[in-house]
Nanobody, 122 residues
Framework: QVQLVESGGGLVQAGGSLRLSCAAS????????MGWFRQAPGKEREFVAA????????YYADSVKGRFTISGDTAKNTVYLRMNSLKPEDTAVYYC???????????????WGQGTQVTVSS
C-alpha cells in the first residue's frame, strides 16, 4: 500500500501562486510515476501533470502548460505542484496519485490522496 497526503491548498486571487505538496509513504517503490489531477464541481476528474521518479520526465495538460511546474524530491518521497498565474477556472479539488507508469488517465493510477481544495477568486 501507498499512502498519499496532499497539502498546500487554499484561497488565492487570480494571478497569484500556490504550491501543493504530496507526501508519499508505504510501499512507494512500486510507484514509478506521480500525478496531479483536479476535479471541479459537476465535472469529471482531469489530468493536470505527472512526473516519473526515475529521470524526472514530466508531462502537463495543455491548460496548465507554462503556468504549473511539477517536481519531486526522492529523498523526502514528496511531489510538488507549483501553480503560477492562477485563474478562476483552476478552482478545483486537487488530488495526488501514484502509479506504475506516467500516464494521463485516472485508471492508470493505483493510489490516491484525499485531495486539497484550491479556490481562485476573480
Amino acid at each position: 500500500q501507498v499512502q498519499l497526503v496532499e497539502s498546500g491548498g487554499g484561497l488565492v486571487q487570480a494571478g497569484g501562486s500556490l504550491r501543493l505538496s504530496c507526501a508519499a509513504s508505504g510501499r512507494t517503490f512500486r510507484s514509478n510515476a506521480m500525478g496531479w489531477f483536479r476535479q471541479a464541481p459537476g465535472k469529471e476528474r482531469e489530468f493536470v501533470a505527472a512526473i516519473k521518479w526515475s529521470g524526472g520526465t514530466s508531462y502537463y495538460a495543455d491548460s496548465v502548460k507554462g503556468r504549473f511546474t511539477i517536481s519531486g524530491d526522492t529523498a523526502k518521497n514528496t511531489v510538488y505542484l507549483r501553480m503560477n498565474s492562477l485563474k478562476p477556472e483552476d478552482t478545483a479539488v486537487y488530488y495526488c496519485a501514484a502509479g506504475p507508469r506516467l500516464l494521463v488517465t485516472t485508471v492508470s493510477y493505483d493510489y490516491w490522496g484525499q485531495g486539497t481544495q484550491v479556490t481562485v477568486s476573480s
